[in-house]
């Protein structure tokens, strides 16, 4: 059974940096992509960030060339690199599982919130 845990969300200024990270319990293995998710409040759920089993990596428009999402398979570990924040980039972050029985997995989220 996989399982995610998310860490590293906090308070920071606008312009600021956080690195978050999302441990897996479980079999890597079984995991065909994992991704960073965000809701804002009154907001759906968006897609952040993406890296597939070979590497490849997506973003969302609105991070692009500030976020960088990378993963350590040796410490079974995904993070979010987030530089330049902005007050829009508030919001519960989500680490992502998709496996590859198509099932998705989800962490209980962290909180960032980007000060003006």
């Known amino acids: 059974q996989v399982q995610l845990v998310e860490s590293g969300g906090g308070l920071v200024q606008a312009g600021g940096s956080l690195r978050l990270s999302c441990v897996v319990s479980?079999?890597?293995?079984?995991?065909?992509?994992m991704g960073w998710y965000r809701q804002a409040p009154g907001k759906q759920r968006e897609s952040v960030a993406s890296?597939?089993?070979?590497?490849?990596?997506g973003y969302a428009d609105s991070v692009k060339g500030r976020f960088t999402i990378s993963r350590e398979n040796a410490k079974n570990t995904v993070y979010l690199q987030m530089n330049n924040l902005k007050p829009d980039d508030t919001g519960v972050y989500y680490c992502?599982?998709?496996?590859?029985?198509?099932?998705?997995?989800w962490g209980q989220g962290t909180q960032v919130t980007v000060s003006t």
């Open positions: 992502n599982a998709v496996l590859w029985s198509s099932l998705r997995r």
């Open positions: 479980g079999s890597m293995f079984s995991i065909n992509a």
């Open positions: 890296v597939t089993n070979g590497g490849i990596t």
